[in-house]
Every structure is written in structure tokens, then in C-alpha cells.
């Protein structure tokens, strides 16, 4: 299969990363602790995925994600019970922290001193309330389990190993691939050892000989870019890694004509259970979930309601009369 041949060449010729085992380890017995307790558990990813240029790694592509998605969804989860690996680019926003990081407000500024003591800020004190109770119900039951990758290769590797140890929890295992992951890469073989280098006379420094040319190479004085696919992990996944498992996953387009066509291109190519399809500028309050059942179903935040922060999707993890309300807050919309 050919599916089958390019997921083996991948795996032969990009080396693990170093964190795996440890990351293995990990998961192994947080995955073999809830299900023996009976939880139902869910892998979120979230983040960017880079491409490197270079072993030594200057330069790199990335894919565009703050994380939110992911870190905002794995709450949810949480509140609902699930025990969530959260597999994330390093960095990237973390549940619960993310409402204090990666602002310009520092998480300095919700807290003042009082009488030689740090007390948080009066305005701020039912939402930190919140928050902490939460982070500290998910931290009692050890109900989150945080993971990290940085490039394509580290995601990859780390999303076969945790589809592999969730493979026994059969239908109450849920994928959650909010990350966004790279289409293209510099395979391992055509990859240089060292920084490019942009000024003609030091070109050949630069490079180990290598039977083929290097994928991100100078030619006179332009940077030539020559990435290669990335092989279909989704097509894994469904069929091979995790083929009981509910498997939701995203579609980040800029190009409203081809969202929904894409997602259920998606659809009908992975045979899965819900391509939720977002773009770029709109994803903080729109999304479409494309799904066999309920065919195409879009979710609105209402303009009242539309803050920085929102993430558009409680709704799939949400109960009942949560989905009731975001289909009035759809009404609204239209
Ligand atoms: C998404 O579409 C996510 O919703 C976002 C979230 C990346 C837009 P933020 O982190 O953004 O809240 O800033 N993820 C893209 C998923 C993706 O890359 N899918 C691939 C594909 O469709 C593989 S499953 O081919």
C-alpha cells in the first residue's frame, strides 16, 4: 500500500526526537491510569509545526498558530471530565495560563502588593477564581498530561507513539488535531548541516556532500526552496494507528470558496467523524463542522459577544443546552 510504504520511509529516515521515550513513558501511564479508571480520553494538538531548513537549525518555515485553539478546546474537555494530552508546539498557549500569557499585558499587572504580601487585583479576582479552581480540579485528578514538539518530524513522531497506546481504549479515545501541520518539508537526506549561507563566497562552507542537492540551497544570489509532501498522516491515523477512535479534525483555509469544499474533500478521502473547518480571519467566531451526520453545520459567535480571546468551539464538547445556545447565538447572527 502506498500509504503504508511512504508512512515506513518517513518513519526510516526522520530520526525520533530525543524527548520521545520520556514523552512515551509518560503517556503510557497517564493513558493506562484513566482508562483503568474508566475516563474517556482525548489527544489535543495545538500549534504550529516548523519546517528546518538547516540540522543546525537558523532557519525554519512555520505554519501559523498561537494555540489557541487547542489550549481553549483542552479546557473544555476538561471541564467535561475527559483527560487530555495536550500535545503542543513549545511555547505555544497552555490551558489555563493562556489567560494571563502571551499579551501585552503582563501577568503582573492583575496583581498588586498588599502589606508585603501579593494579592491579585479586585476586578480580577471571580475570573482568577475561575480559572484556579479549574486548573487545580484537572491538577488533583491528574487529568492533564502536557507534551511538546517543535518541527513536523517531532509532531509526527509523537502523534504515532500516542495513537499507539490509545489504540486499546477503542471508541472512547478521541483525536482532536487542532495543530496546524505542515504540507511540505526538507527530508533528513537533503537537509545541510549548517546555516546557509547568503554571501556568495562562503556557499560551498556551508554544505556537507550529499548525493542529492540540498533542499534549501543559494543559487547565485537567491535562497532556493525546494520542499517535498509530507505523507497523508490523517489516512494513518484513521485507518492504521487509531481505527476506532472518534477523529475530529481542522481545515485552515484564507479562501472562503474552498473551505467546505475542502473539508469534505477531507471527509470523504479520511472517512473520520468531523472535519471542522475554520479560516483565517474569522476563526475566532465561525466555524463549519462538516460531518456525515449532520452534513454542513456552521457555529456563530454573535457580534455582541465576539471577544479576542473566544475560541468558537465549546459547542462540540459542550452539552446540550450549550449547542441550544449556539444555535440562537447563529439565529442572531442571520
Ligand atoms: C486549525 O485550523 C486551527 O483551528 C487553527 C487555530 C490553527 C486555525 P489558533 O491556534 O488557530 O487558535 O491561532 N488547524 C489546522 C489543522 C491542519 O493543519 N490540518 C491539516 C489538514 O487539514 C492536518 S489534520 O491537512
Do not use: C
Not at 64 to 90: D, I, K, M, P, W
Not at 170 to 199: C, T, W
Not at 201 to 218: D, N, V, W
Request: hydrophobic residues 40%.
Amino acid at each position: 500500500m502506498a500509504a503504508q510504504q511512504a508512512e515506513n520511509d518517513y518513519f526510516a529516515n526522520e530520526p525520533p526526537p530525543r524527548d520521545l521515550p520520556a514523552n512515551t513513558t509518560l503517556a503510557r501511564a497517564f493513558i493506562g491510569r484513566h482508562a483503568a479508571g474508566g475516563r474517556r480520553v482525548v489527544l489535543v494538538t495545538s500549534g504550529g509545526t516548523t519546517v528546518p531548513l538547516e540540522t543546525q537549525t537558523v532557519r525554519y518555515i512555520d505554519n501559523f498558530s498561537a494555540g489557541t485553539r487547542g489550549a481553549t478546546s483542552a479546557e473544555y474537555f476538561l471541564a467535561h471530565g475527559y483527560a487530555v494530552v495536550f500535545l503542543h508546539r513549545q511555547f505555544s498557549l497552555l490551558p489555563y495560563s493562556r489567560h494571563y500569557s502571551h499579551n501585552t499585558r503582563s501577568f503582573l499587572d492583575y496583581m498588586r502588593e498588599e502589606r508585603g504580601r501579593v494579592v491579585v487585583d479586585a476586578q480580577h479576582q471571580a475570573e482568577m477564581l475561575r480559572v484556579l479552581r479549574e486548573y487545580a480540579a484537572a491538577k488533583r485528578d491528574d487529568r492533564l498530561l502536557i507534551l511538546s514538539y517543535v518541527t513536523i518530524t517531532e509532531y509526527l513522531w509523537n502523534l504515532r507513539e500516542v495513537a499507539k497506546l490509545m489504540r486499546p481504549l477503542g471508541p472512547s479515545a478521541i483525536f482532536y488535531l487542532a495543530a496546524a501541520v505542515s504540507d511540505f518539508f526538507v527530508p533528513q537526506d537533503r537537509m545541510v548541516e549548517h546555516k546557509i549561507q547568503s554571501n556568495e563566497e562562503f556557499l560551498a562552507l556551508g554544505r556537507a556532500p550529499s548525493a542529492k542537492p540540498p533542499a534549501a540551497r543559494t543559487e547565485g544570489k537567491s535562497l532556493i526552496i525546494d520542499l517535498e509532501p509530507v505523507p497523508k498522516f490523517l489516512k494513518q491515523l484513521v485507518d492504521g494507528w487509531a481505527p476506532d477512535a472518534m477523529i475530529v479534525s481542522f481545515k485552515l483555509e484564507t479562501d472562503p470558496a474552498l473551505l467546505v469544499k475542502k473539508a469534505q474533500y477531507a471527509l470523504n478521502k479520511y472517512a473520520h467523524h468531523l472535519v471542522i473547518g475554520n479560516l483565517l480571519h474569522t476563526r475566532k467566531w465561525e466555524v463549519v463542522f462538516v460531518s456525515e451526520l449532520d452534513g454542513e453545520k456552521w457555529i456563530r459567535v454573535p457580534r455582541s459577544r465576539r471577544t479576542k480571546s473566544f475560541s468558537g468551539v465549546q459547542s462540540l464538547v459542550g452539552s446540550a443546552d450549550h449547542a441550544a445556545k449556539m444555535d440562537s447565538f447563529e439565529a442572531d447572527e442571520s
